[in-house]
């Protein structure tokens, strides 16, 4: 049984930051691309940022340089560090791991943390 479980969501003032961790357990054989969506009320899930197993990264342009995605192999975790938080930042953020198990590689994602950005 594979789980992703993630931390860290809060309520945070806009300028503020917050810092999200997930970490993978379970049967894993290895782990490929990791990264982090998020839903905002009434919207569909949008990609906030990826990392592969290289290090290489993806970010969506209304995160560009605000968001760093980083992972921890050995440990199976990944995170993300949110800074100048703004307003429409608020969503459920739920993190992603492509896993191989000994059935094959498959998509796992965590239940979810709540980000409110609000004075």
């Known amino acids: 049984q594979v789980q992703l479980v993630e931390s860290g969501g809060g309520l945070v003032q806009p300028g503020g930051s917050l810092r999200l961790s997930c970490a993978a357990s379970g049967s894993i054989f290895g782990i490929g691309t990791m990264g982090w969506y998020r839903q905002a009320p009434g919207r569909q899930r949008k990609l906030v940022a990826t990392?592969?197993?290289?290090?290489?990264?993806k970010y969506a342009d209304s995160v560009e340089g605000r968001i760093t995605i980083t992972r921890d192999t050995a440990a199976k975790t990944v995170d993300l560090q949110m800074n100048s938080l703004k307003p429409e930042d608020t969503a459920v953020y739920s993190c992603y791991a492509r896993i191989l198990v000994l059935a094959g590689g498959n998509d796992y994602w965590g239940q979810g943390t709540q980000v409110t950005v609000s004075s």
């Open positions: 990392i592969t197993n290289d290090g290489v990264t």
